[in-house]
C-alpha cells in the first residue's frame, strides 16, 4: 500500500520562500527515484523537479535557481525548498513516485496535494 502524503503549502508573497515535504511510505524509498509536478487551473499538470536514487535531479527551465529538491532515505521523505517565489508558481503541488525503469505496465502512484499560492 504506497502512500505519499505531501504538506508545506500556503500563502506567501512574491519573492517569499516555502519547503513542501513528501512523507513515503509502502515501498523501499532509497532504491526509487521521485518527482514534483504541480497543476494550476486550466493547464497541464508539469514536471517541476525530480531526484533519483542517486540523488541526480533535473528541474523545469521555469524553475531552475529558485527550487531545490532533495531526500532524506532514512525519513522517507523527499522535499522541494521554493525560493524567489512568483505568482506564476501558484498551482497544486503533487509529489509521485517515479516508475522503475524497465516495467512494461508502469503504475502512477500521487499524493493528494499540497496547494501554493503566490499572491500579495
Known amino acids: 500500500q504506497v502512500q505519499l502524503v505531501e504538506s508545506g503549502g500556503g500563502l506567501v508573497q512574491p519573492g517569499g520562500s516555502l519547503r513542501l515535504s513528501c512523507a513515503a511510505s509502502?515501498?523501499?524509498?532509497?532504491?526509487?527515484?521521485m518527482g514534483w509536478y504541480r497543476q494550476a487551473p486550466g493547464k497541464q499538470r508539469e514536471l517541476v523537479a525530480a531526484i533519483t536514487s542517486g540523488d541526480t535531479t533535473n528541474y523545469a527551465d521555469s524553475v531552475k535557481g529558485r527550487f531545490t529538491i532533495s531526500r532524506d532515505n532514512a525519513k522517507n521523505t523527499v522535499y522541494l525548498q521554493m525560493n524567489s517565489l512568483k505568482p506564476e508558481d501558484t498551482a497544486v503541488y503533487y509529489c509521485k513516485k517515479e516508475p522503475r525503469p524497465g516495467r512494461l505496465y508502469p503504475y502512477e502512484y500521487w499524493g493528494q496535494g499540497t496547494q501554493v499560492t503566490v499572491s500579495s
Open positions: 509502502g515501498f523501499i524509498f532509497s532504491i526509487n527515484a
